[in-house]
């Protein structure tokens, strides 16, 4: 119950109201009305993607194995090629097979690559929001390479730290579709503030019902919960606390007016992970590789 309640106390926080047609307050009660039935229409998981999860999870997985269940999908074969190719993970020789790649970059990396490249089109599409959508895609790409910065800095472990970084903002484009999909309902016209003011307040909770959906693993579901508060974490905290550093990184990034470096800085999350400023500095010199990570998988 405690758990509950700390996941769900933001369903009751008092958000500022926009001019809109139809007023805030109905639109956001309608939203909460729809969570609180799970009533909310989630984007399924891929088949491949769910497989390819299973894997990075499996110590015993095998490379040529993951090669075969990428292949399956000659689209998604096509689009991981493509990005293997980029300049932010190229080798020396072009990579013109699904083997060759995973020769080359890695089974834990080309895991990455094919479930980020699997999920972004069913998770990450709101016709009429293409901008919006689009910077909910790269923040969530964005936090997934800083979180793989900050595991191997601290030795935690890197392929679950980039599922929590890249999942754990997963419920914003939910909302946003369900925003869009009431709005219509209600015949009014949703304004880019509103949707920001909802976004922030609800992701979590639809979040945490993607995560149910999905099957995600306890890591990843604790990221969902807890990376804003993570001293509430039960068994992830690591993961979480990774999180919430990696998010805030991935913030400054994108938009450094609305997230300086002093405003990065000054959170106790590097006191809490045990990095000092010499650390701080090294992640936020990773900006070039987070950019070209990030321009590797557009939507």
Not at 186 to 199: R, W, Y
Not at 236 to 265: I, N, W, Y
């Amino acid at each position: 119950l405690e758990f509950r309640r700390v996941l769900f106390r933001s369903m009751s926080a008092e958000l500022p109201q926009a001019t809109t047609p139809v007023p805030t307050d109905s639109l956001e009660q309608l939203l909460i009305e729809r969570i609180r039935k799970g009533a909310i229409e989630l984007p399924l998981l891929p088949q491949v993607a769910s497989r390819i999860l299973a894997m990075v999870y499996d110590p015993d997985a095998e490379a040529a194995k993951l090669a075969e269940l990428i292949h399956q999908d000659q689209a998604l074969a096509a689009h991981v090629i493509r990005i293997a190719n980029s300049p932010a993970y190229m080798t020396r020789n072009p990579v013109v097979s699904l083997q060759h790649a995973v020769s080359m970059l890695g089974m834990n990396l080309m895991s990455e690559l094919a479930f980020s490249a699997s999920i972004k089109g069913s998770a990450f599409k709101v016709p009429g929001w293409d901008d919006e959508v689009k910077s909910l895609w790269h923040y969530s790409l964005a936090s997934g390479a800083y979180a793989k910065e900050i595991a191997r800095m601290r030795r935690f472990n890197v392929e679950s730290a980039y599922l929590c970084g890249l999942l754990h903002g997963i419920g914003r484009p939910v909302v946003l579709q369900t925003l869009v999909a009431l709005s219509k309902e209600q015949g009014s016209t949703l304004s880019k503030e509103l949707v920001h003011q909802l976004l922030d307040g609800y992701y979590i909770q639809v979040g945490l019902l993607v995560a149910d959906d999905w099957g995600l693993p306890p890591p990843v579901v604790e990221s969902i919960g807890f990376h804003v508060d993570y001293q509430y974490a039960k068994t992830a905290k690591q993961e979480c606390m990774t999180t919430c550093l990696a998010g805030r990184l991935a913030k400054h990034f994108l938009d450094p007016d609305s997230m300086d470096e002093a405003t990065v800085r000054e959170h106790v999350i590097f006191a809490d992970l045990n990095l000092y400023p010499k650390d701080v500095d090294a992640l936020l010199a990773h900006k070039d590789k987070v950019r070209a990570v990030v321009e590797a998988m557009p939507l």
